[in-house]
């Protein structure tokens, strides 16, 4: 079947509500386009899990900052949709414009307080209040009863399962582990901005998060030495550090010495550039 592509919010309100009425399950994929097989990953999840996957593609202006990329983020709608297809995707939710999400008059938040602090929070202040916003309301015009989110974003993925949580919405949110390419590079629709150059000088990211990694598993507990570690590779490649922290993996709160039996998390942002790209492991 071709994949459905639904352009206004009062449509795919009207198609989830018969979805629903019909008792069909639906899976929700939440994205900004430019996919790849990060995002493929999820879907194809979704379709193992719900009777019905809706992808959602929209380039939400409210989680950019005012000098960030959301003039130039890659964009490709057509490709995307054959993708979907690939995939077996049932419906495409692309608002026409962001008036369908924002109209004019548009005025209500959504602020997750705790989990949004620090990293990428703090770098990108008003990004999670974006994030949370739209999130919320893709939850409600497409009405799953799953949604699914890459762990690449790893702070985002919290702050969502706290925003499902805290706000009843009776959605499961699953966390699917980051896709990597052969050499270790996350997958992100923002590697399209670099130059071969500056992909060699990402593996930086990767490189360091895998060496903390070889270091917690062979007993440094130590979190300033694990954060040395990562720093050293991203001064020797020369990226522009933002951020390496390790943090509990789930109230994301700074660690000092990692202890067996605390789930902690490494997380890294840097710059190649005007590029910016994160990355996190399991410690
Ligand atoms: O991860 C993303 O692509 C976006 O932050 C999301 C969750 C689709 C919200 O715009």
Redesign the pocket.
């Known amino acids: 079947m071709p994949v459905q592509t639904v352009r206004t919010t009062a449509e795919m309100q009207q198609r989830s509500e018969a979805l629903r009425m019909s008792g069909k399950r639906i899976a929700l994929v939440?994205?900004?386009?430019f996919l790849h097989e990060g995002?493929l990953s999820l879907m194809r999840e979704a379709k193992a899990r719900a009777d019905v996957v809706v992808v959602?593609i929209?380039?939400?202006p409210t989680?950019f900052g005012p000098k960030e990329d959301l003039s130039r983020y890659p964009r490709d709608l057509e490709g995307d949709l054959s993708k979907c297809e690939s995939v077996g995707v049932d419906v495409v939710f692309a608002p026409a414009d962001p008036k369908e999400m924002y109209p004019d008059g548009y005025q209500t938040w959504v602020e997750v307080t705790d989990v949004s602090k620090g990293l990428c929070g703090e770098k990108r202040p008003g990004h999670f209040r974006?994030?949370a916003t739209?999130?919320a309301k893709?939850f409600n015009i497409v009405r799953p009863y799953l949604a699914l989110?890459?762990e690449?974003?790893y702070q985002?993925l919290q702050v969502?399962k706290a925003l499902a949580r805290d706000l009843n919405f009776g959605i499961e949110i699953v966390g699917m582990p980051t896709v990597r390419d052969p050499d270790g590079l996350a997958m992100s629709?923002r590697n399209a901005y670099l130059s071969p150059s500056e992909r060699e000088r990402a593996l930086a990211l990767s490189r360091g998060l895998r060496t903390a990694h070889h270091l917690a598993r062979n007993g440094v507990r130590e979190v300033r030495e694990l954060v040395q570690a990562v720093r050293k590779e991203l001064e020797a490649a020369q990226v522009r550090e933002d951020y390496v922290e390790v943090v509990d993996a789930e109230t994301l709160r700074s660690l000092t010495t990692i202890e067996p039996g605390r789930p902690a998390r490494v997380l890294v942002a840097g710059f190649l550039g005007t590029t910016r790209l994160i990355d996190n492991l399991a410690l």
């Open positions: 939440p994205t900004m386009g995002h959602s929209f380039v939400n989680q974006g994030v739209v999130v893709l989110f890459g690449k974003d985002q969502i629709s």
